[in-house]
């Protein structure tokens, strides 16, 4: 692939439209991601696509953002990274932006404040069954270890205030990664 | 000072928010709620709406925002490049792992223990959400909750459960409501 202007403006332009009419985060975008690159573009090919969005799961921070920076340096370098990166943070970015800006003259309006307070019931309603599904999937895997994960980290927030979820992260990757590694051993092991 | 300790914050956001979506959740509560007292509880329930109903990350979302809201555009800037700076550099490391061991076995062992406790986290942000709808940014008081966020929070949890509904839909029904409910009806909101 030639790594001209043209490659450029669009990796740009689709990282840009992609990311502006996704509403839905990491897990939406990347199918967008693979239409738009692999079936429309044909820069990628889709076992390739897999794999990258393998690593963008893997990695933190947002899947959209991670999975940018691979498809932009692979299609066109540090610069097709940095350009792709910029396409896909640029419209939340805007869009904030100006949001902000009328946020607090917005809030001390009457009914602006009644709405956003019905808003915050239906907002935490969405969490909640967003919740319901996630723990749902984890016990419905009927596996000690994740469950035990799950119940031992929510008391510990519950009980310990102020502790940095940073350790608690550290504690569970490392739960994990023994596990998994106890698991393949047993499975080499075992004839 | 402000814009070292913004790009720091959501350094950490970024850095720690492992499997997208409502991942970075807990973490923007903690850094910007409880250590930076940079938003209270109720806006960052609204910074949350905001960022359902518009396209992108949701720490992307809040650091722009919260950027904004601190220190201005240059805030955000620096808000928003802490936020994608991890991104950067782990997201190349694992692609040089993949690329030349072809295998993710440590970092997906990692996330099988990673998974559960995220979904604990969330739900104890969640809680923390669900607190403040009933009783306000003081949290948790032994007083009768606001008795029409419980009604809107049933409601609303029961027509996503039951009907699958796109949650946008259902915010801004509750907005709807919750607005009418609050404005008419004396002695409320």
Same mark, same amino acid.
């Given at each position: 692939?030639?790594?001209?202007?043209?490659?450029?403006?669009?990796?740009?332009?689709?990282?840009?439209?992609?990311?502006?009419?996704?509403?839905?985060?990491g897990?939406?975008?990347?199918?967008?991601?693979?239409?738009?690159?692999?079936?429309?573009?044909?820069?990628?090919e889709?076992?390739?696509m897999?794999?990258?969005?393998?690593i963008?799961?893997?990695?933190?921070?947002p899947?959209?953002?991670?999975?940018?920076?691979?498809?932009?340096?692979?299609?066109?370098?540090p610069?097709?990274?940095a350009?792709?990166?910029?396409?896909?943070?640029?419209?939340?970015?805007?869009?904030l932006?100006?949001?902000?800006?009328?946020?607090?003259?917005?809030r001390?309006?009457?009914?602006v404040?009644?709405?956003?307070?019905?808003?915050?019931?239906?907002?935490?309603?969405?969490?909640?069954s967003?919740?319901?599904?996630?723990?749902?999937d984890?016990?419905r895997?009927?596996?000690?270890?994740?469950?035990?994960?799950?119940?031992?980290?929510?008391?510990?927030?519950?009980?310990?205030?102020?502790?940095?979820?940073?350790?608690?992260?550290?504690?569970?990757a490392l739960?994990?990664?023994t596990a998994?590694f106890?698991?393949?051993?047993?499975?080499?092991?075992?004839? | 000072?402000?814009?070292?300790?913004?790009?720091?914050?959501f350094l950490?956001?970024?850095?720690?928010?492992?499997?997208?979506?409502?991942?970075?959740?807990?973490?923007?509560?903690?850094?910007?709620? =409880?250590?930076?007292?940079?938003? =209270?509880?109720?806006?960052?329930? =609204?910074?949350?709406?905001?960022?359902?109903?518009?396209?992108?990350?949701?720490?992307?979302?809040?650091?722009?925002?919260?950027?904004?809201?601190?220190?201005?555009?240059?805030g955000?800037i620096?808000?928003?490049?802490?936020?994608?700076?991890?991104?950067?550099?782990?997201?190349?490391?694992l692609?040089?792992?993949?690329?030349?061991?072809?295998?993710?076995?440590?970092?997906?062992?990692?996330l099988?223990?990673?998974?559960?406790a995220?979904v604990?986290?969330?739900?104890?942000?969640?809680?923390?959400?669900?607190?403040?709808?009933?009783?306000?940014?003081?949290?948790?008081?032994?007083?009768?909750?606001d008795?029409?966020?419980?009604?809107?929070?049933?409601?609303?949890?029961?027509?996503?459960?039951r009907?699958?509904? =796109?949650? !946008? !839909?259902?915010?801004?029904?509750?907005?709807?409501?919750?607005?009418i409910?609050?404005?008419?009806?004396?002695?409320?909101?």
């Amino acid at each position: 692939m030639k790594r001209d202007h043209t490659l450029y403006f669009r990796l740009f332009s689709s990282t840009f439209l992609l990311s502006a009419f996704t509403f839905g985060g990491g897990y939406v975008i990347v199918p967008l991601m693979k239409q738009k690159f692999v079936d429309q573009l044909h820069w990628l090919e889709e076992q390739e696509m897999l794999d990258l969005t393998a690593i963008a799961q893997s990695a933190p921070g947002p899947i959209a953002v991670n999975a940018a920076i691979l498809l932009g340096y692979r299609v066109g370098g540090p610069l097709g990274a940095a350009l792709s990166i910029l396409g896909t943070i640029l419209p939340p970015f805007l869009i904030l932006s100006v949001v902000s800006l009328f946020y607090t003259a917005f809030r001390e309006n009457r009914v602006v404040a009644a709405v956003l307070k019905g808003m915050q019931a239906g907002v935490s309603a969405v969490i909640a069954s967003v919740v319901v599904d996630m723990g749902g999937d984890i016990l419905r895997r009927r596996e000690w270890l994740p469950t035990a994960i799950m119940a031992g980290s929510f008391l510990v927030t519950l009980l310990w205030d102020g502790l940095n979820v940073a350790w608690i992260l550290l504690v569970c990757a490392l739960l994990g990664i023994t596990a998994t590694f106890a698991a393949q051993r047993r499975k080499e092991g075992s004839p | 000072m402000i814009l070292i300790q913004l790009f720091f914050s959501f350094l950490q956001i970024g850095l720690f928010s492992f499997g997208g979506g409502y991942a970075a959740l807990p973490l923007i509560q903690t850094q910007v709620v =409880d250590v930076h007292h940079w938003l =209270d509880m109720a806006e960052l329930t =609204d910074l949350i709406t905001i960022s359902q109903m518009t396209p992108g990350p949701i720490a992307i979302n809040a650091a722009t925002f919260v950027g904004t809201q601190i220190a201005g555009p240059l805030g955000a800037i620096v808000a928003t490049l802490g936020c994608v700076f991890p991104s950067c550099v782990i997201v190349s490391l694992l692609a040089w792992v993949y690329y030349r061991y072809r295998s993710l076995t440590a970092i997906q062992g990692a996330l099988y223990g990673l998974r559960p406790a995220i979904v604990s986290l969330i739900a104890s942000a969640g809680l923390s959400l669900v607190i403040t709808a009933f009783w306000g940014t003081e949290g948790f008081a032994p007083v009768l909750p606001d008795l029409v966020a419980v009604g809107l929070f049933v409601g609303a949890f029961a027509v996503l459960r039951r009907w699958k509904c =796109d949650p !946008v !839909v259902v915010m801004l029904g509750c907005g709807v409501l919750g607005g009418i409910l609050y404005l008419f009806l004396p002695g409320l909101g």
